[in-house]
């Protein structure tokens, strides 16, 4: 699952030229660590949805990887 959420996670960061991450941090800010804006957002939730069946923001809103693992799992 993990694997999963990373390459969907990497596939927008290298669509937007930015530098590919190894590993996940619970931690990181989807907007402050890895500078994804509304739009690479509701990227994520479609491609996330179309991966998982899950929408992560039908509860409100996610701020970090680990609230989007929570969602998944």
Known sequence: MEDKLLSI????????NGK???SLN???SLMHDLN???FDLA??????????G???FE???VRT???????IQ
């Open 9 to 16: 996670i990497n596939r927008m960061i290298e669509k937007k």
């Open 20 to 22: 590919i991450i190894n």
């Open 26 to 28: 619970g931690n990181a």
């Open 36 to 38: 994804f804006d509304s």
């Open 43 to 52: 990227e994520l939730t479609v491609r996330i949805e179309d991966e998982f």
């Open 54 to 56: 899950v929408d992560i």
């Open 59 to 61: 509860d409100g809103f």
């Open 65 to 71: 990887v680990s609230e989007i693992l929570e969602k």
